[in-house]
């Protein structure tokens, strides 16, 4: 079982979730100054885990009273690239000179995530109750001293997890179709005929070929820092991110007009849980 969280009672404190966010300090090359529309409705990956240390706090004192010491390792509270969803900084392809010259495609700090936390079957029974995979408790356990839901069902009632699908979707769908815009269409072709000049012939920053295969190797060739820094410098000189971010800039206000009564709603329920959990 894989542990999703961890922590304090005071670990909410800084949380942030429902301010109109400002991320210019944690981007750096040329997205260093910007933020999409529906950022202020997608969940910072900092409070996705201030609230699983809540529920935490929660299932802790519910596995306490039958018995279980429960003690998984600490949520991963910034995994990178980014701190969200929209992966700002790589949204667009690789978009910093600097990290290009030092790493090519790869990220400067490996993707993190939260340990394997091992649990006995009693345990899992009581974490999950019917929820869990075995179709009967173990023998150890006492099936009617199990909230329903089991501990994490019990926990998710008092403080619900965080809902982003909705801004997540839309955020997925103005990627998609800023692609059709022919202001990206134009400015895609501008960018691959620079980086033809330079001797690599792409269409797409998603489809630069070393990508694929330096991503899965832990080797940084001087090829792969070579096809990244033209890639970086295609984008300057053609505008091609800043083209790109002004037609996805369109997109999602036009996104947010039509639906803010759901994006609104879905925002206040998060703004809610957010409070909810800053108590435990």
Same mark, same amino acid.
């Given at each position: 079982?894989?542990?999703?969280?961890?922590?304090?009672?005071?670990?909410?404190?800084?949380?942030?979730?429902?301010?109109?966010?400002?991320?210019?300090?944690?981007?750096?090359?040329?997205?260093?100054?910007?933020?999409?529309?529906?950022?202020?409705?997608?969940?910072?990956?900092?409070?996705?885990?201030?609230?699983?240390?809540?529920?935490?706090?929660?299932?802790?004192?519910?596995?306490?009273?039958?018995?279980?010491?429960?003690?998984?390792?600490?949520?991963?509270?910034?995994?990178?690239?980014?701190?969200?969803?929209?992966?700002?900084?790589?949204?667009?392809?690789?978009?910093?000179?600097?990290?290009?010259?030092?790493?090519?495609?790869?990220?400067?700090?490996?993707?993190?995530?939260?340990?394997?936390?091992?649990?006995?079957?009693?345990?899992?029974?009581?974490?999950?109750?019917?929820?869990?995979?075995?179709?009967?408790?173990?023998?150890?356990?006492?099936?009617?001293?199990?909230?329903?839901?089991?501990?994490?069902?019990?926990?998710?009632?008092?403080?619900?997890?965080?809902?982003?699908?909705?801004?997540?979707?839309?955020?997925?769908?103005?990627?998609?179709?800023?692609?059709?815009?022919?202001?990206?269409?134009?400015?895609?072709?501008?960018?691959?005929?620079?980086?033809?000049?330079?001797?690599?012939?792409?269409?797409?920053?998603?489809?630069?070929?070393?990508?694929?295969?330096?991503?899965?190797?832990?080797?940084?060739?001087?090829?792969?820092?070579?096809?990244?820094?033209?890639?970086?410098?295609?984008?300057?000189?053609?505008?091609?991110?800043?083209?790109?971010?002004?037609?996805?800039?369109?997109? #999602?206000?036009?996104?947010?007009?039509?639906?803010?009564?759901?994006?609104?709603?879905?925002?206040?329920?998060? #703004?809610?849980?957010?409070?909810?959990?800053?108590?435990?």
């Amino acid at each position: 079982m894989t542990a999703c969280s961890s922590g304090t009672e005071d670990s909410n404190r800084n949380a942030t979730y429902g301010k109109q966010p400002s991320y210019a300090s944690d981007r750096s090359g040329l997205t260093a100054s910007l933020t999409l529309p529906l950022e202020g409705y997608l969940v910072p990956f900092a409070d996705q885990a201030a609230v699983e240390r809540s529920q935490l706090v929660l299932e802790r004192a519910c596995m306490a009273k039958m018995g279980f010491t429960y003690n998984p390792p600490p949520p991963v509270s910034d995994p990178g690239p980014g701190k969200n969803a929209a992966n700002l900084g790589r949204r667009y392809g690789i978009s910093d000179l600097k990290s290009a010259r030092s790493y090519g495609y790869h990220l400067a700090a490996p993707l993190k995530e939260s340990p394997h936390y091992n649990v006995s079957p009693e345990e899992l029974y009581a974490l999950m109750g019917e929820n869990s995979s075995m179709s009967s408790p173990p023998a150890d356990v006492n099936k009617a001293e199990i909230p329903k839901g089991g501990c994490v069902g019990e926990a998710r009632a008092k403080i619900p997890s965080l809902d982003e699908s909705l801004a997540s979707q839309f955020d997925a769908d103005s990627l998609k179709k800023s692609q059709d815009d022919v202001r990206v269409i134009n400015s895609l072709k501008a960018w691959s005929a620079c980086m033809a000049k330079r001797g690599y012939h792409v269409d797409n920053p998603h489809s630069v070929p070393e990508l694929a295969s330096s991503m899965s190797s832990a080797t940084i060739s001087s090829g792969e820092i070579a096809t990244a820094v033209a890639d970086v410098e295609c984008k300057d000189s053609t505008g091609l991110i800043k083209d790109w971010f002004a037609v996805e800039k369109e997109i #999602q206000n036009q996104q947010i007009e039509a639906n803010r009564p759901a994006l609104d709603q879905a925002r206040k329920k998060n #703004q809610d849980v957010m409070r909810k959990a800053s108590s435990f």
